[in-house]
């Protein structure tokens, strides 16, 4: 299976800060309403393939993992 999305990091801080959204648009449409638009790089789009579940699960849970991973 895959999972698709796109992430605007932050650029100095967790990196649980920083902006998901399902689409491009989505992402840069919270970008502007969250305002400071220069703490953040630009949207990518990341994809997880995964085969389970419990497989997405341990990648988004294991260490290294968060917003950003992909």
């Known amino acids: 299976m895959k999972f698709t999305y796109w992430v605007a990091e932050i650029k100095d801080g967790d990196r649980s800060e920083s902006i998901v ?11 502007l309403a969250y305002g400071d638009q220069d703490k953040y790089r630009e949207p990518v789009k990341k994809t997880l393939l995964y085969e389970d579940v419990f497989d997405l699960f341990e990648m988004v849970t294991g260490p290294g993992a968060g917003r950003g991973l992909g």
Request: with cysteine.
């Open 21 to 31: 959204g399902r689409t491009r648009h989505e992402c840069e449409q919270k970008l």
